[in-house]
T-cell receptor, first 116, second 115 residues
Framework: DAGVTQSPTHLIKTRGQHVTLRCSPI?????VSWYQQVLGQGPQFIFQYYEKEERGRGNFPDRFSARQFPNYSSELNVNALLLGDSALYLC???????????????FGPGTRLTVT | AQKVTQAQTEISVVEKEDVTLDCVYE???????LFWYKQPPSGELVFLIRRNSFDEQNEISGRYSWNFQKSTSSFNFTITASQVVDSAVYFCALSEAYYGQNFVFGPGTRLSVLP
């Protein structure tokens, strides 16, 4: 079975631009979460969606938004890019909405975003 | 607030040595879940283990073992007879159980296994 897929792999944008990152979860998984991983640090939670509804939001500005589609794929949008948005953006999928039941998350390879 | 500390930033060992990666967590929840992930140079996080707060039994999987001690809020990871392929960054993560999956990750420990 295919794992979590993300596109694009790499992206270079200029400050002030907008970016859309895409994620397809493992087949059968209804939960998708997004994380930002700055070089040398652990991933930071951005959003979780389950059954197309937002289940959680991390401490990120309103420039960050996301949505989940009927096929459970997801998009992460970032507006007005700043240099500090340069990071690896990871998508994770899970069978369950919470960690209590089969709650392990499976991560995709990430999208490396560079803002110049 | 939830917090995960991995005090060891980098560890280097020679192949076949045993190595223990430390993880200390903070949470006010009585029910929570702990995880370990491996991030090889390719960048993709690989799931290793999930443990709930009610199960303090140690677990062994091949060369990997985990020691969960609620009394000290620690969830340490030991690799026995390390191999070069174990070289990676290892992350410990904490998640509350009841609603979402907001994983709180530690800063990671970079393990280098030298031949």
């Amino acid at each position: 079975d295919a794992g979590v897929t993300q596109s694009p792999t790499h992206l270079i944008k200029t400050r002030g631009q907008h970016v859309t990152l895409r994620c397809s979860p493992i087949s059968g998984h209804k939960s998708v979460s997004w994380y930002q991983q700055v070089l040398g640090q652990g991933p930071q939670f951005i959003f979780q969606y389950y059954e197309k509804e937002e289940r959680g939001r991390g401490n990120f500005p309103d420039r960050f938004s996301a949505r989940q589609f009927p096929n459970y794929s997801s998009e992460l949008n970032v507006n007005a890019l700043l240099l500090g948005d340069s990071a690896l953006y990871l998508c994770a999928s899970s069978l369950a909405a919470s960690s209590s039941i089969r709650g392990e998350q499976y991560f995709g390879p990430g999208t490396r975003l560079t803002v110049t | 607030a939830q917090k995960v500390t991995q005090a060891q930033t980098e560890i280097s060992v020679v192949e076949k040595e045993d190595v223990t990666l430390d993880c200390v967590y903070e949470t006010r929840d009585t029910t929570y879940y702990l995880f370990w992930y491996k991030q090889p140079p390719s960048g993709e996080l690989v799931f290793l283990i999930r443990r709930n707060s009610f199960d303090e039994q140690n677990e062994i999987s091949g060369r990997y073992s985990w020691n969960f001690q609620k009394s000290t809020s620690s969830f340490n990871f030991t690799i026995t007879a390390s191999q070069v392929v174990d070289s990676a960054v290892y992350f410990c993560a904490l998640s509350e159980a009841y609603y979402g999956q907001n994983f709180v990750f530690g800063p990671g420990t970079r393990l280098s296994v030298l031949p």
